[in-house]
């Protein structure tokens, strides 16, 4: 599977950015959840989830870095 375009999440309002990470993040929180109580069926979606957040993190550092200049 390709991994997503930043462009993509470049496009992104900040308030959609932010409503964004909080989604991801609770994802990841119930994804080690099935993981602890053995329900995972999906494994690969940690990874996918991680380079996600970290798309979201990065673009939303760059904008709060362009904003304090």
Same mark, same amino acid.
């Given at each position: 599977?390709?991994?997503?375009?930043? $462009?993509?999440? =470049? $496009?992104? $309002?900040?308030?959609?950015? +932010?409503?964004?990470?909080?989604?991801? =993040?609770?994802?990841?929180?119930?994804?080690?959840?099935?993981? !602890? $109580?053995?329900?995972?069926?999906?494994?690969? &979606?940690?990874?996918? !989830?991680?380079?996600?957040?970290?798309?979201?993190?990065?673009?939303?550092?760059? &904008?709060?870095?362009? +904003? !304090?200049?």
């Amino acid at each position: 599977m390709a991994r997503p375009d930043i $462009t993509a999440v =470049r $496009t992104l $309002t900040d308030g959609e950015l +932010t409503e964004q990470i909080n989604g991801i =993040r609770r994802e990841l929180f119930e994804l080690r959840f099935q993981q !602890a $109580t053995r329900r995972l069926e999906h494994p690969h &979606r940690f990874k996918q !989830a991680r380079i996600k957040l970290a798309h979201l993190l990065s673009v939303q550092k760059e &904008r709060q870095r362009s +904003t !304090a200049s």
